[in-house]
């Protein structure tokens, strides 16, 4: 059983950056994922790390933009969000996956309750 809880989000004007956080409880050897969904639209994929922290994959609305890593130590998987733009406004979700890092939402076994992160232009 693994339990996340993201935080970092909030509001940030349009260039700006944040940092999110997933802390993750039980096993660390998961692929971790962000995902993200903004009202009225399909969850979306945004980035996965490897257990290893070896493998990453970036969706491509925000390859070179976002920054995803991981501190087994601590158990606690980030991401760096840089450039960013107001339709990267949604909630954000840390899910962790028993297999290789995808873009598959239906391959992640478990999900933490999202942290909203709004860009004003």
């Known amino acids: 059983q693994v339990q996340l809880v993201e935080s970092g989000g909030g509001l940030v004007q349009v260039g700006g950056s944040l940092r999110l956080s997933c802390a993750a409880s039980?096993?660390?050897?998961?692929?971790m994922g962000w995902f993200r969904q903004a009202p009225g639209n399909e969850r979306q994929f945004v980035a996965a790390i490897g257990w290893r922290g070896r493998a990453t994959l970036y969706g491509d609305s925000v390859k070179g933009r976002f920054t995803i890593s991981r501190d087994n130590g601590k158990n606690m998987v980030y991401l760096q969000m840089n450039s960013l733009k107001p339709e990267d406004t949604a909630v954000y979700y840390c899910?962790?996956?028993?297999?290789?890092?995808?873009?598959?939402?239906?391959?992640?076994?478990?999900w933490g309750q999202g942290t909203q992160v709004s860009v004003s232009s």
């Open positions: 039980g096993r660390a050897a998961y692929t």
């Open positions: 899910a962790a996956s028993s297999g290789n890092p995808t873009g598959a939402g239906e391959n992640y076994n478990y």
